[in-house]
T-cell receptor, first 111, second 113 residues
């Protein structure tokens, strides 16, 4: 799986838009980009997945530039409950082996 | 998380004792994984099952760790002669057949005292 680089932590305030960028310079042609969210004492939870351009769901948006060497997870109008660790993973849709989680980004939302 | 049930949710055991952790996934998955997460750390891959293929055990930290999956569904992770460094949250995940993506259980918090 392609190695990813994310900021270690980010701070934000309630109501703001938060953008977390992930670098994956050696992404392969058949790799997808997937983001997970993890709260304390819980397993990671799937947020969004994309291949190119922009993907939006009820939770977040994912922006992927044409070269696909990076991606940005956008969380609109965050609330205190969005405080969590966010992981960026890059790999083929059908992982034949194991997921490789980096350290993730700790997002702290303040009131 | 919904779709993957893990038990127990918490386990405190004495050093040297054996423990069994259970993962009970929903049907309709192509693969099952075990990970562990130490306090404040990322996820560490342990073992992976897919279909009838031999499991990928490359992440197991020692021969005290073993896992099996019965009937292509329920999986048990066994840790023999537990050590304090085994204390962590043990997470089970499945790769869903429909829609892809991974669903994680809530984990078992193991504390070895």
């Amino acid at each position: 799986l392609a190695k990813t680089t994310q900021p270690i932590s980010m701070d934000s305030y309630e109501g703001q838009e938060v953008n977390i960028t992930c670098s994956h310079n050696n992404i392969a042609t058949n790799d997808y980009i997937t983001w997970y969210q993890q709260f304390p004492s819980q397993g990671p939870r799937f947020i969004i997945q994309g291949y190119k351009t922009k993907v939006t769901n009820e939770v977040a948006s994912l922006f992927i530039p044409a070269d696909r060497k990076s991606s940005t997870l956008s969380l609109p109008r965050v609330s205190l409950s969005d405080t969590a660790v966010y992981y960026c993973l890059v790999g083929p849709m059908e992982y034949g082996n194991k997921l490789v989680f980096g350290a993730g980004t700790i997002l702290r939302v303040k009131s | 998380g919904a779709g993957v049930s893990q038990s127990p949710s918490n386990k405190v055991t004495e050093k040297g004792k054996d423990v069994e952790l259970r993962c009970d996934p929903i049907s309709g998955h192509t693969a099952l994984y075990w990970y562990r997460q130490s306090l404040g750390q990322g996820l560490e891959f342990l073992i992976y099952f897919q279909g009838n293929s031999a499991p990928d055990k490359s992440g197991l930290p020692s021969d005290r760790f073993s896992a099996e999956r019965t009937g292509g569904s329920v999986s048990t992770l066994t840790i023999q002669r537990t050590q304090q460094e085994d204390s962590a949250v043990y997470l089970c995940a499945i790769l869903r057949t429909v829609g892809g993506g991974y669903t994680f259980g809530s984990g078992t918090r193991l504390t070895v005292v």
